[in-house]
Structure formats: structure tokens, C-alpha cells
């Protein structure tokens, strides 16, 4: 069973920078992607961006500029960084290992998600 | 402002079926990118309930299913049961390939 184990501050000031951890206990076969995705308080789901392994991310339009992914294939990790943080990117932010569907469209969804981490960004 | 648009709430009572639709553009479903379903409850993740417009993950009943026409998808739950008070969001893609969600629908078991 996949299991995946986030880890990162609860806690974040203002303009400085989120970081958060995903750790996939049984090593997915390079064939998934990884997702991370916020779910704003009162509102709706908001994916950040996808990245294969070792292939670069691929962000929301709308964030890039101001986030980084990464996977450490020695520690079998995905991260997030999210720069210059302001109250708007208060959240609770999920990392999700995704799974292409449709190979001629590229069509993915993501199945397995991790706890979900409150990330508060206040002084 | 959801690229995805469902309606806010909708509701039922047990045994009966409600309808969740999720409506987009020729941007998106209407060009192909298949749909997906998830269900939240309240302080978990989401949890996938339906996959390529129609298909359900082991372990989803039958009572949810899943259908697309055009720009347009809708979930069907039939059998309404207590435990299904969730908030549904539908899922798709655009040409880049960015992840689309509705802004979810809250279902509500009168």
C-alpha cells in the first residue's frame, strides 16, 4: 500500500519561505508523476504542479515564479518551496502521487495523497 | 473562479440519487481531456471515486458513476446514504496539462 508521509513547519512568516517534504515509504516505479496540491480554507482545490522524477516540474501558471519542486531520488523525497509567502498562501497542502490514464491525451488524476499539512503563514 | 464550474450544494434524501455536474469548455473536457471524480470529507484528503469519465477504483460502489458529453460531465449517486455527506470535485485538464478542479459541491443527506 503506498503510503506517503509529509513533513515541513506549520508555521510560516510573512515573505519568507514555505518548504514541505514528501516521503513515499514504498519507492513508485519511476512511471508516476507527483502532484502537490492546497486546499485553501472555504475554498476549492488548487494544484500547484506535477513533476516526473527526474523530468522538470511543470507549475500552475498562476504560482510560477514563486515555487520549486524537486524529487531526491536517494531519499525517495518530493519537496515544495513556495517563495515570498503572504496570508493568501495559507492552506492545507497535500502532496499526491499521480497516474497518467490516457496516454494519447496525457490525462492523469492522482490516487494516493498524503495527510495534508495546515500551513499558516502569519507573523 | 473555478475553470471548472459545479454547483455549490446540492442534496438528498436516503435512497434517493442526486446528480453532481461539472461543466467546462473546448478548452478542456470539451477537448477531449478525460474527467475524474474525488470525495473529501471534512479534515481528510481527497479520495478518488471515479477515473476516465466512467470507471470506478476497487473498492468505490456501484452507486457512484460517472458520465461525459461534450464539454460536460456529471456523478450520479443512486441509493443516497448518510455516510455520502462529503464535498465532490470534479477534475481535468487543459492543453498544458495543468490539473483542473471544480470548485467542489457539497452534498448534503437531508
Known amino acids: 500500500q503506498v503510503q506517503l508521509q509529509q513533513s515541513g513547519p506549520g508555521l510560516v512568516k510573512p515573505s519568507e519561505t514555505l518548504s514541505l517534504t514528501c516521503s513515499d515509504s514504498l519507492r513508485s516505479t519511476r512511471t508516476y508523476s507527483w502532484s502537490w496540491i492546497r486546499h485553501p480554507a472555504g475554498k476549492g482545490l488548487e494544484w500547484i504542479g506535477r513533476?516526473?522524477?527526474?523530468?522538470?516540474?511543470h507549475y500552475n501558471p498562476s504560482l510560477k515564479g514563486r515555487v520549486a519542486m524537486s524529487f531526491d531520488t536517494s531519499k525517495n523525497q518530493f519537496s515544495l518551496r513556495v517563495m515570498s509567502v503572504t496570508a493568501a498562501d495559507t492552506a492545507v497542502y497535500y502532496c499526491a502521487r499521480c497516474d497518467t490514464y490516457n496516454y494519447d491525451t496525457g490525462s492523469y488524476y492522482c490516487e494516493y495523497w498524503g495527510q495534508g499539512t495546515l500551513v499558516t503563514v502569519s507573523s | 473562479q473555478s475553470v471548472l464550474t459545479q454547483p455549490p450544494s446540492v442534496s438528498g434524501a436516503p435512497g434517493q440519487r442526486v446528480t453532481i455536474s461539472c461543466t467546462g469548455s473546448?478548452?478542456?473536457?470539451?477537448?477531449?481531456?478525460?474527467v475524474y471524480w474525488y470525495q473529501q470529507f471534512p479534515g481528510t484528503a481527497p479520495k478518488l471515486l471515479i477515473y476516465?469519465?466512467?470507471h470506478r477504483p476497487s473498492g468505490v460502489p456501484d452507486r457512484f458513476s460517472g458520465s461525459q458529453s461534450g464539454a460536460s460531465a456529471s456523478l450520479a449517486i443512486t441509493g443516497l446514504q448518510a455516510e455520502d455527506e462529503a464535498v465532490y470535485y470534479c477534475q481535468s485538464h487543459d492543453s498544458s496539462l495543468s490539473l483542473l478542479f471544480g470548485g467542489g459541491t457539497k452534498l448534503t443527506v437531508l
Open positions: 476516465g469519465n466512467t
Open positions: 473546448s478548452s478542456n473536457i470539451g477537448a477531449g481531456f478525460d
Open positions: 513533476m516526473y522524477r527526474t523530468t522538470s516540474p
